[in-house]
């Protein structure tokens, strides 16, 4: 069994930064990312990286403006987001999956966290 414990949300103001982590514990996981789910909404693919590797996946909503990394020593995966915009408010989730794969589909993810809101506002 892995857990997952995401941190790090909270209410920014549109352009800020905010920075999320995810705790990893148990079973070694192959790779992991992070989704978004807004009220109404499916959940969204956002960014998914292999744990011991440098390979990343964005979506295009995010590219250029987030970015997937983890410390190994930490156990920790990041998502680092910067020049928020009103519609990346959700609640975000870390997810891990025994899969060498970066996948963006959700069903592709074995292991999910209790989710992080994050509300980007005027």
């Known amino acids: 069994q892995v857990q997952l414990v995401e941190s790090g949300g909270g209410l920014v103001q549109p352009g800020d930064s905010l920075r999320l982590s995810c705790v990893v514990l148990g079973r070694t996981i192959n790779t992991f990312g992070w989704f978004r789910q807004a009220p109404g909404k499916e959940r969204e693919f956002v960014a998914a990286m292999r744990w011991s590797g440098v390979n990343t996946l964005y979506s295009d909503s995010v590219k250029g403006r987030f970015t997937i990394s983890r410390d190994n020593a930490k156990n920790t995966a990041y998502l680092q987001m910067n020049s928020l915009k009103p519609e990346d408010t959700a609640l975000y989730y870390c997810?891990?999956?025994?899969?060498?794969?970066?996948?963006?589909?959700?069903?592709?993810?074995?292991?999910w966290g209790q989710g992080t809101q994050v509300t980007v506002s005027s």
């Open positions: 997810a891990a999956a025994s899969s060498y794969a970066l996948r963006s589909r959700a069903s592709a993810y074995e292991y």
